[in-house]
């Protein structure tokens, strides 16, 4: 099943094989990987305006994580990578909610009460997103081409729950497999880009744009 040929990350990765960057426009909160224009070559494609090149996707917190989960990757250690990973699917969910809820004019305190308010993972997936989008979260990434991510998230969060929540009706899974590991770094890879086009097309700050796309 594995191709033949040398690991991509080296060539379609920046740098040392780990999370990609994507530029945000400081207007519209649009994301994208072109480097021109973070560069300030090229105006932004939804609101015309130049990237600061400052605003990247994902956080440095993001970042240092995708780090750690690669490391643990590469030494073999499949429970700590589905444990971390899981964490790292939470935490870039709940930056794309609340750039969604900062693009309806959400303030600091609102997105604050509403992300507290919905702590658990299910209630933002199944409750959360719906109701900022109007949109069910598997019915957005399947229009955006990632059919298979939401029901592979979720399979992988039984695993890891299995795994850190000893029960008295299954016993306790005593161990993760390589398998596990394998489709958690899968998912971590595919969430840089679909969280992107989310972001894209629910979070994109459509006040800010600069009165169409007609000439002035
Ligand atoms: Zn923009």
Redesign the pocket.
Known sequence: MKKHRAPKTATHRRGSGGAPTYYE?P????LTADQRFGNHEIV?P????YGDGRRVFPTDRLRRLDARIRKYHHDGEPEIVVILAETFLESILEDIIDRILTAQGATVNVREVVLDAQRAIGARIGRLFPTLTGEEFEEAAAELGFREFPRRWRELRKARNAFIHDSPFRGPQEALTEEDSATAMELLDQAYALFVLINNRFA?RSG?RSGDTQGN
């Open positions: 426009c207007e519209c909160g649009y932004c939804v609101c015309s305006a994109v800010a």
